[in-house]
């Protein structure tokens, strides 16, 4: 099959354990690399927190912040926006004043969270230790009131990001950000909510992506595993899902393959580009 283009989810996906690249997954993505294809990572991350292992790659594009921003790898230079409106995020950060809980805001490639949040994300906000990474790893840069930097900025944030919410308040908060206007909710786990401006989905900076490299969306691979690569998975001619992944993403892909963690990503490149990697090494 001519795949021109190749679209990866990171975490859940590519990565194990959020920051590392096993063998076979590297191997299939340079193989298809050399066959052609446009290496396109796309991520709820933002840029500065993509990790070292998928940047040293021939990566041509990253999707990032959910289709918030995408950039040419080439000047390292943003070349699709959409944003969420300040208006709309002060919206937003009036609903999530509301709830003792912790938060991000994505802009210029970077996270910005409340001074004295970061300390408190084991404890007081009750992180599991699976979260820690997304905390630990992040340069912030800090508010102490988010209302306030909104007025006073008149930021339009890439992404607003709840890495983590107690189950008591998560349905709760979905439900009161549904009534706003202009923003797509989605999650990446369980126990996440991911907004961004409603014109922001990685189906839909994919297809965006596409049209401006002449590629059909017919020669495009997309591999995923939650609820925020659904949009992608259905856009692209050939998509696959993990075998662990949400059962949303499963349904939208056109085939399932292995459990992330037994390099499914590696088996659905192969299957689909026809060819075999030899390295069984699993890192740690």
């Known amino acids: 099959m001519d795949i021109r283009l190749l679209a990866f989810d990171l975490d859940g996906t590519t990565l194990l354990k959020n920051a590392v690249l096993p063998e076979r997954n590297r ?14 990572p796309a991520t709820g991350r933002m840029r500065g927190f993509i990790p070292h292992c998928i940047t040293e790659l021939p990566v041509g594009y990253i999707i990032t ?4 921003v995408v950039y040419d790898m080439a000047d ?8 969420i409106d300040n208006k709309t995020a002060i919206d937003v950060q009036n609903i999530l004043d509301s709830y003792d809980v912790y938060i991000e805001y994505y802009t210029g490639g970077e996270a910005i969270t409340k001074t004295g949040m ?29 209302g306030r930097m909104l007025v006073e900025t008149g ?11 107690p189950k008591r308040v998560r349905g709760e908060i ?16 369980p126990d ?6 409603a014109a ?18 017919e020669q495009v691979m997309a591999l995923g595993d939650n609820g925020n690569d659904v949009t992608m998975l259905e856009a692209a001619g050939v998509s696959a899902a993990m075998k662990d992944g949400s059962e949303d993403a499963k349904a939208a892909a056109t085939l399932v393959t292995a459990a992330h963690d037994d390099s499914g990503l590696a088996e659905a490149i192969c299957k689909v580009f026809g060819f075999t990697v030899t390295s069984s090494a699993h890192p740690i």
Do not use: Q
């Not at 084991?122 to 699976?130: A, D």
């Not at 930021?155 to 919410?165: A, M, T, V």
């Open 118 to 146: 970061p300390e408190k994300s084991r404890t007081h906000y009750g992180m599991p230790e699976v979260k820690w990474t997304f905390v630990d790893s992040k340069g912030y840069t800090f508010t102490d009131d988010f």
């Open 200 to 217: 922001a989905n990685k189906g839909g900076a994919l297809r965006e992506l596409c049209r401006m490299l002449d590629i059909p969306m």
């Open 174 to 189: 979905w439900k009161r950000l549904s009534t706003i206007d202009g923003i797509r909710l989605t999650s990446s786990v």
């Open 27 to 40: 191997e299939a993505l340079l193989e298809a690399h050399r066959r052609g294809a446009v290496l396109v």
């Open 155 to 165: 930021l339009c944030p890439e992404k607003i990001n709840l890495p983590y919410l």
């Open 76 to 83: 390292n230079e943003h070349i699709i926006e959409n944003l």
């Open 192 to 197: 996440n909510i991911e907004i961004n401006s």
């Open 65 to 68: 912040s959910n289709g918030g």
